[in-house]
């Protein structure tokens, strides 16, 4: 396996091949030179490749320089997180102000030795930060033989329904469960944003000057297609774009992202969450983590799943 990468953001620079092994020892590096540990800096490496390894460039190492700000401006470089109350399947963690990687990954594990237990685990964690794709822990609990769940809050990037200022974040949410096929199953992993702030990053930084007109947003929350209004001072859409085309539901749904991680978990949340970029500040970001032990329920899941992801593929076109 290896990847593309540019050796700058001109969409004329020459294309180099990198091995995810080379690229994983340079990540560590780059984390352990601002004074990350090995462990936690292995763990923020395999977040990044993992989303860059299935095309999710724009939560892969696009994002290391975040990284390597944020342990340079206080996020800690070891540590573990703390677990200040469980009750049956239900935890609630203190993320330590660690990297989002450490946190979600320990958060995670926890899960599934809850839901092994009680068949339903649900663990909410404060004080963390920026975890990367929320898909690579939810594939965790997948393969662990459970259907998993994530959510997050992030800084307020989002116009919400019938705002002209910005209040929510993308909010991202993912659910996995694999299916009876080997490497099969149903992921799914969205913003609750028409686009995670990556996309038009990426746009961006591709030379693209236009983007979709349901993207992003001027100062004042009018869509604008215009990649360097969004970028500076704008912001993004809901998913659904304009009222009339449904952005309600999108700010719906980062609102329960904010009910599960931010309110729940005691984190900051909504427009009081730090601004992106604003390294100097804690992010206190508010994470949700759900393992469900498909075998507490119906017999015969993964077959099932199999039928109606293979219905599903072979509708007509």
């Known amino acids: 396996e290896k990847f593309c990468a540019k050796m700058n953001y001109s969409k004329d620079a020459p294309e ?32 990044l490749l993992d989303a860059d390894l299935v095309g999710h460039y724009s939560h892969g190492l696009n994002r290391l320089h975040i990284y390597v700000d944020d342990v340079k401006n206080g996020v800690k470089g070891n540590g573990v997180p703390k677990v200040l109350k469980q009750k049956g399947g239900t935890a609630w963690v203190d993320g330590e102000n660690l990297l989002g990687a450490v946190v979600g990954n320990f958060c995670t594990d926890l899960a599934i030795k809850l839901a092994k237990e009680f068949g339903v685990a649900w663990v909410v964690t404060k004080n963390s930060n920026h975890y ?16 998993g769940m994530s959510f997050t809050n992030t800084s307020p990037l989002m116009f919400p329904c019938r705002s002209s200022e910005i209040g929510l974040g993308t909010n ?27 996309k038009v990053e990426l746009a961006n ?16 929350g009018n869509p604008s297609t215009d990649t360097q209004v969004v970028l500076h001072g704008g912001g993004l859409l809901p998913l659904g774009g304009i009222e009339e085309t449904g952005s309600y539901k999108g700010t719906g749904l980062s609102m329960m992202g904010e009910l599960f991680c931010g309110i729940l978990a005691g984190s900051s949340f909504g427009k009081n969450v730090r601004l992106w970029g604003q390294s100097h500040k804690a992010a206190d970001n508010g994470q949700c983590f759900v393992a469900i032990d498909q075998e507490c329920f119906a017999p015969g899941f993964a077959p099932r799943l199999q ?3 293979d219905e599903t593929r072979n509708l007509k076109p």
């Open 16 to 47: 180099f091949v990198v091995s995810p092994k080379d690229a994983r020892e340079f990540v560590v590096k780059c984390m352990q030179t601002v004074g990350t540990s090995p462990d936690h800096a292995g763990q923020l490496a395999d977040l």
């Open 132 to 147: 990367g794709a929320c898909q690579h822990y939810t594939k965790k609990i997948a393969n662990a033989g459970m259907v």
């Open 172 to 198: 991202p949410l993912s659910c996995c469960a694999n299916s009876e096929k080997t490497e099969d199953s149903f992921l799914l992993d969205m913003a609750t944003t028409t686009v995670a702030l990556g």
């Open 205 to 220: 930084c591709r030379g693209k000057t236009q983007i979709p007109s349901a993207w992003g947003a001027d100062s004042k």
């Open 307 to 309: 039928q109606f992801l």
